[in-house]
């Protein structure tokens, strides 16, 4: 038996933010965004709106695509950096809105690498036979905690929001292998190193800076936006990504030649376009899946959407190789290695 990704759905909320509305807010010419970015527009949700709700949106689309029912699921990682509540978790409620079984429910905060830490947890539960199917949202409403003006145009320009959802359970016959080919998870590698931790997230609330009270928003408003050290995570970035495709592939016996897919965290273009000559691929070249252009950074969610984007394409093929690399806050990093069932 092979575990898979066996269905996938992606939710984009409906407020269209293009370059043209946003620029001027930040200081900053639409045309200067997408020569820098790649990015065109993006979705922002409606003020208010719950994390929870996108990703409950797009796991019911998961579920639609393998014909599933709720009850079918067994257990429940969601990973978000934009959570409902502080506490509990967004899991609970993701259960709550699609009326699941009383099922384990997991949050992971592995900010743009969780796509690819739920699907080493979800392949790990199921060849344990810890639980026989897992749905994995991921999801991000990040425009609620941009900083937008000139100060932050360069960082806060980037960010969409956006969720997916991906179905990981057993594949036993050819029977299950609709038009949508399952994704067989082969390996999936991560890394990470701690001394880049305040390069690239959000300081408050928490307990080493503190919150309102003892670390007031008015003197120390830069700690409760959105930071990043840019020249840092630029070096690291693309050097890391490239490094853990290469690994994952030769520990599998694979050149970069016969992948015949790279599904990357969407972070901007250029870091995309580093990965892609980094394994050899040429400038835009079709097999390096983007949807950047109209989603924007979408942080956890990106990489779920463009795999759903891919898998509904039609263009996969049985056999195929993808690749799935990613880089995040931590920093951490890494690539998982899949096949078209």
């Known amino acids: 038996m092979k575990v898979a990704i066996t269905g996938s759905g992606a939710y984009l909320p409906e407020g269209v933010v293009t370059n043209e509305d946003l620029g001027p807010r930040l200081g900053l010419d639409p045309d200067f965004i997408v020569k820098a ?32 029912a709720g009850e079918e699921i067994d257990y429940l990682i969601v990973g978000t950096m934009t ?40 392949a790990a ?42 179905i990981v359970s057993q594949v036993e016959s050819a029977a299950q292998r609709g038009a949508s080919h399952p994704i067989e998870i082969i390996d999936v590698l991560l890394g990470s190193d701690g001394a880049y ?5 959000i300081r408050c609330p928490g307990s080493q800076f503190g919150g309102i009270d003892t670390h007031p928003v008015a003197e120390h408003r830069a700690d409760y936006a959105p930071r990043m050290m840019g020249q840092s995570v630029i070096l690291q970035a693309s050097r890391r990504m490239v490094a853990a495709c290469r690994t994952v592939l030769e520990r599998n016996q694979l050149a970069a030649g016969e992948v015949q897919w ?12 580093q990965v892609a000559r980094g394994l050899g691929f040429a400038d835009n070249d079709e097999r390096v899946i983007s949807v950047l252009a109209e989603t924007g950074n979408t942080s956890s969610a990106s990489i779920g959407i463009a795999l759903d984007s891919l898998r509904r394409s039609g263009k996969i093929h049985s056999g195929d190789y993808l690749l799935l690399p990613a880089f995040a806050a931590g920093f951490t990093w890494g690539a998982a290695l899949g096949r078209a069932l």
């Not at 996108?54 to 998961?62: E, F, I, N, T, V």
């Not at 931790?197 to 997230?201: I, K, P, Q, T, V």
Request: hydrophobic share 50%; aromatic share 4%; proline share 4%.
């Open 37 to 68: 970015s790649g990015i065109r527009r993006r979705r922002w949700a409606a003020a208010g709106t719950p994390v929870s709700q996108l990703a409950a949106q797009a796991l019911r689309l998961a579920l639609d695509d393998e014909s599933l």
């Open 83 to 122: 959570p409902d509540r502080f506490i509990p978790g967004t899991a609970y409620a993701v259960q709550s809105d699609l009326g699941l079984s009383a099922i384990p429910c997991l949050d992971i905060r592995a900010a743009c690498c969780n796509a690819l830490y739920a699907l080493q947890l979800a």
């Open 125 to 166: 539960l199921v060849r344990s036979g810890a639980a026989n199917r897992v749905a994995i949202c991921l999801a991000e409403v990040q425009s609620a905690f941009l900083d937008i003006s000139a100060a932050a145009g360069k960082l806060s320009m980037l960010f969409g929001d956006g969720a997916s959802a991906l």
């Open 197 to 201: 931790c305040d390069d690239l997230g």
């Open 262 to 273: 790279v599904v990357p965290h969407q972070a901007n273009a250029n870091l995309l376009a």
